[in-house]
Nanobody
Framework: QVQLVESGGGLVQAGGSLRLSCAAS????????MGWFRQAPGKEREFVAT????????DYVDSVKGRFTISRDNAKNTVYLQMNNLKPEDTAIYYC??????????????????WGQGTQVTVSA
């Protein structure tokens, strides 16, 4: 099984940047589609970004396109989320997730097998 640990969250002002990291423990990290989700207080968990295991295909929720970049380093068993030009509406707990050889919709949370505990991102106005 895969265990995921997020890090890199914090408090920043609007327009600032953060880089989130998700370290995975599994031996077959390269076979997992990786995703980032977020949940703000009182709201549903929201898809943010995903990167496929099959060749680096990425996808983002419209609200972060052009500002966030997901990447992975399979040699380090790590996925990253570079967040630039942060906005107050980005404030949430950010969760890393993994799905083994996912062939269905990568934006759907139920398709992911493993989840981290989350890291808090707070963006002040």
């Amino acid at each position: 099984q895969v265990q995921l640990v997020e890090s890199g969250g914090g408090l920043v002002q609007a327009g600032g940047s953060l880089r989130l990291s998700c370290a995975a423990s599994g031996r077959t990290f390269n076979m997992y589609t990786m995703g980032w989700f977020r949940q703000a207080p009182g709201k549903e968990r929201e898809f943010v970004a995903t990167i496929r295991w099959s060749g680096g295909t990425t996808d983002y929720v419209d609200s972060v396109k052009g500002r966030f970049t997901i990447s992975r380093d399979n040699a380090k068993n790590t996925v990253y989320l570079q967040m630039n030009n942060l906005k107050p509406e980005d404030t949430a707990i950010y969760y890393c997730a993994a799905a083994f050889a996912l062939q269905s919709r990568a934006s759907a949370a139920p398709n992911y097998n493993y989840w981290g505990q989350g890291t808090q991102v707070t963006v002040s106005a």
